[in-house]
Antibody, heavy 117, light 109 residues
Framework: EVQLVESGGGLVQPGGSLRLSCAAS????????MHWVRQATGKGLEWVSA???????YYPGSVKGRFTISRENAKNSLYLQMNSLRAGDTAVYYC???????????WGQGTLVTVSS | SYVLTQPPSVSVAPGQTARITCGGN??????VHWYQQKPGQAPVLVVY???DRPSGIPERFSGSNSGNTATLTISRVEAGDEADYYC????????????FGGGTKLTVL
């Protein structure tokens, strides 16, 4: 059974840093592109970052230079290092597995990041 | 960047058919995916590549895509189908290539 379990969320002050983790199991982690998608309370889904099987990374402009996605295949783990956090980064962060034509077939349960003083 | 437009809400009586639209410029040329999200839960893929269903998703869920509109159709709607539904595409020219619609709240009357 495919499982994705996020951790590392919490309360952080503006300008602070946080590192999210996603533990994967039930599939060959190294063979899949992985993503982070976030959702502010009461809002829609927003793509945050992606990492390919070869370690290639992708970010939207709003987080580029502040967020870093990485993976450790030996540990079946995905990470998101978030620096210079802003109030607008407050959201539930989901990790998701990507397949086929850029769709997300499995999602974790999410971890809440709150940026507030 | 590419924009996907969904109606904020759709209401339907149990047993009837719900249709949720997703509008985008020439969306018919893209593969559209649909997710169901119930309160407090993670999204679940219900339709991918316009009209395919993952294993475990009831046949009541179907999709179509043509021109500027993609549609998720839920037949014989049940109370348990009440949720938010999001469409999603990939657009290589966008700053955020993985694009989501704003979501539609399906209410079962």
């Amino acid at each position: 059974e495919v499982q994705l379990v996020e951790s590392g969320g919490g309360l952080v002050q503006p300008g602070g840093s946080l590192r999210l983790s996603c533990a994967a199991s039930g599939f060959t982690f190294s063979s899949y592109d992985m993503h982070w998608v976030r959702q502010a309370t009461g809002k829609g889904l927003e793509w945050v970052s992606a990492i390919g099987t070869a370690g290639d990374t992708y970010y939207p402009g709003s987080v580029k230079g502040r967020f870093t996605i990485s993976r450790e295949n030996a540990k079946n783990s995905l990470y998101l290092q978030m620096n210079s956090l802003r109030a607008g980064d407050t959201a539930v962060y989901y990790c998701a597995r990507a397949v086929g034509a850029h769709t997300f077939d499995y999602w974790g349960q999410g971890t809440l990041v709150t940026v507030s003083s | 960047s590419y924009v996907l437009t969904q109606p904020p809400s759709v209401s339907v009586a149990p047993g009837q058919t719900a249709r949720i639209t997703c509008g985008g410029n020439n969306i018919g040329s893209k593969s559209v995916h649909w997710y169901q999200q119930k309160p407090g839960q993670a999204p679940v893929l219900v339709v991918y590549d316009d009209s395919d269903r993952p294993s475990g998703i009831p046949e009541r869920f179907s999709g179509s895509n043509s021109g500027n509109t993609a549609t998720l159709t839920i037949s014989r709607v049940e109370a348990g189908d009440e949720a938010d539904y999001y469409c999603q595409v990939w657009d290589s020219s966008s700053d955020r290539p993985w694009v989501f619609g704003g979501g539609t709240k399906l209410t079962v009357l």
